[in-house]
């Protein structure tokens, strides 16, 4: 089964700060994985996936995950944090439904809310 | 493209009556999926389907729940009667066949 943990619930930085976000992900085969972001009252967005290939990948908003196969870690990253970025960011792991059967369901983690201190 | 679409943004109803929350996913898109979010118990997937056939429906919590998707275009969310522990937001997402999910605004509900 797969399962995706996010250590932090909360976690607070002050603007201008570099961030770390922790993934570790359980997946039975090459995972596909994704980063988004909620703002207050509003939807899901997709900020960075990884499928294949450079294990750095870049999103938008100036944000990069690092896919670490031997740790099991999808982290994401921020050399400097705004005021904006405060929201809740999720980690989700899925994979081709072809291979597993699973269909294109993605398995999500709890998120992390993020503060950032004026 | 529009991005998915979501209606009503917002809902109050009372006990025992019927809420239908409507979902118009993203164009080309084969895959639907319905999460429902609680503080309590986060992101839910409820179901999902693929090319308009339900494919995984374990979500769902009860026989008051009910979802179809007549065509590519459209699915519905049915609760059915409803009851105050169903007040959440509900999202719609959709998604081609690289499992990248994008998501409704979502669907606020408030079961009084």
């Known amino acids: 089964a797969q399962s995706v943990t996010q250590p932090d619930i909360h976690i607070t930085v002050s603007e201008g700060a570099s961030l770390e976000l922790r993934c570790n992900y359980s997946?039975?085969?090459?995972?596909?994985l994704f980063w988004y972001v909620q703002s207050p009252g509003q939807g899901l967005q997709l900020l960075l996936k990884?499928?294949?290939?450079?294990?750095l990948v870049q999103g938008i908003k100036g944000f990069e995950a690092e896919f670490k196969r031997s740790q099991s870690s999808f982290n994401l990253r921020k050399p400097s944090v705004h005021w904006s970025d405060a929201a809740e960011y999720f980690c989700?792991?899925?994979?081709?439904?072809?291979?597993?059967?699973?269909?294109?369901?993605?398995?999500f983690g709890t998120g992390t809310q993020l503060k950032v201190e004026l | 493209d529009a991005g998915v679409i979501q209606s009503p943004r917002h809902e109050v109803t009372e006990m025992g009556q019927e809420v239908t929350l409507r979902c118009k996913p993203i164009?080309?898109?084969?895959?639907l999926f319905w999460y429902r979010q609680t503080m309590m118990r986060g992101l839910e997937l409820l179901i999902y389907?693929?090319?308009?056939?339900?494919?995984?429906d374990s979500g769902m919590p009860e026989d008051r729940f009910s979802a179809k998707m007549p065509n590519a275009s459209f699915s519905t969310l049915k609760i059915q009667p409803s009851e105050p522990r169903d007040s959440a937001v509900y999202f719609c997402?959709?998604?081609?066949?690289?499992?990248?999910?994008?998501f409704g605004p979502g669907t606020r509900l408030t079961v009084l």
């Open positions: 997402a959709s998604s081609g066949p690289r499992n990248e999910q994008f």
């Open positions: 997946y039975g085969a090459t995972p596909y």
């Open positions: 989700a792991v899925g994979g081709s439904g072809v291979i597993t059967g699973g269909g294109n369901k993605l398995t």
């Open positions: 389907f693929n090319n308009n056939v339900p494919i995984d």
């Open positions: 164009s080309g898109h084969d895959y």
């Open positions: 990884y499928f294949s290939g450079d294990t």
